[in-house]
């Protein structure tokens, strides 16, 4: 069997896993929102805000956060009250269905509507593995270039939601939003686009909004979609 065989195997099996994770978890009552971003993003202060809210409209919310090592994350989730779990992934670059299903056996509270996944930092890899989630979001800060959605297309080209972080540093970084906006959707056309910031809490309740608004069908179909119906892990034909 040649490498690439192996690889299609491997992608294979994790989206049974998934299908059979999503399948449990939505007859639990739950939603799951997988988080995609690079590094340094804003992604875990973000989710914290997120979090942080979805507790004070009363809604139940837990989280798991994953790194290839230290508990920091958690840490830090963990004050806004919600139940958080740390993943760590001993060196692998993402996470996979198989650690979503073992790290959520006996923990998962029975009432949660809504379980956040923070992936590994990461653009790459994790962009080809269905967690069973209900919502992909993939975020980026401003400072990481206008040309990011056309560098890494599978995994804003399968993103229901794209979030801007960090928009308070937006002019200092000389941040071409327009640019970004065509980018983001010459890969993924009609995305909405979230403008956040976590340090003045701009965005966090739309993307509170957006999340719940999931649980209930609402939701934007990628070209690259990672489910229900199979896995597309090439990258996307729109982009020239």
Same mark, same amino acid.
């Given at each position: 069997?040649?490498?690439?065989?192996?690889?299609?195997?491997?992608?294979?099996?994790?989206? /049974?896993?998934?299908?059979?994770?999503?399948?449990?978890?939505?007859?639990?009552?739950?939603?799951?929102?997988?988080?995609?971003?690079?590094?340094?993003? *804003?992604?875990?202060?973000?989710?914290?805000?997120?979090?942080?809210?979805?507790?004070?409209?009363? %809604?139940?919310?837990?989280?798991? +956060?994953?790194?290839?090592?230290?508990?920091?994350?958690?840490?830090?989730?963990?004050?806004?009250?919600?139940?958080?779990?740390?993943?760590?992934?001993? *060196?692998?670059?993402?996470?996979?269905?198989?650690?979503?299903?073992?790290?959520?056996?006996?923990?998962?509270?029975?009432?949660?509507?809504?379980?956040? =996944?923070?992936?590994?930092?990461?653009? =790459?890899?994790?962009?080809?593995?269905?967690?069973?989630? +209900?919502?992909?979001?993939?975020?980026?800060?401003? +400072? /990481? *270039?206008?040309?990011?959605?056309?560098?890494?297309?599978?995994?804003?080209?399968?993103?229901?939601?794209?979030? %801007?972080?960090? +928009?308070?540093?937006? /002019?200092?970084?000389?941040?071409?939003?327009?640019?970004?906006?065509?980018? %983001?959707?010459?890969?993924?056309?009609? =995305?909405?686009? %979230?403008?956040?910031?976590?340090?003045?809490?701009?965005?966090?309740?739309?993307?509170?909004?957006?999340?719940?608004?999931?649980?209930?069908?609402?939701?934007?179909?990628?070209?690259?979609?990672?489910?229900?119906?199979?896995?597309?892990?090439?990258?996307?034909?729109?982009?020239?």
């Amino acid at each position: 069997m040649c490498r690439s065989d192996v690889k299609q195997a491997v992608l294979a099996k994790n989206d /049974e896993l998934a299908a059979d994770l999503r399948g449990d978890l939505a007859r639990q009552g739950v939603s799951v929102v997988n988080l995609l971003s690079s590094p340094g993003s *804003g992604k875990t202060e973000l989710l914290g805000r997120v979090l942080a809210r979805a507790m004070e409209r009363g %809604v139940p919310v837990a989280a798991l +956060t994953a790194d290839l090592a230290t508990e920091n994350d958690a840490v830090r989730l963990a004050r806004s009250g919600a139940p958080v779990q740390q993943v760590l992934t001993d *060196g692998l670059c993402h996470l996979e269905a198989r650690q979503v299903r073992a790290r959520l056996a006996g923990w998962l509270p029975a009432d949660t509507a809504v379980l956040f =996944v923070e992936n590994v930092g990461n653009l =790459v890899c994790p962009a080809a593995y269905d967690l069973g989630e +209900t919502l992909r979001v993939v975020l980026m800060a401003v +400072t /990481e *270039g206008e040309d990011k959605p056309l560098k890494y297309p599978s995994a804003f080209g399968s993103a229901h939601l794209v979030v %801007v972080t960090k +928009t308070d540093l937006a /002019e200092a970084a000389g941040f071409d939003e327009s640019a970004f906006v065509e980018n %983001v959707h010459r890969v993924n056309p009609g =995305v909405e686009i %979230v403008r956040s910031c976590a340090r003045t809490g701009a965005g966090v309740g739309t993307v509170l909004d957006r999340v719940l608004a999931a649980r209930d069908g609402a939701r934007h179909q990628p070209p690259l979609a990672p489910h229900p119906h199979g896995h597309h892990h090439g990258a996307p034909t729109t982009v020239a």
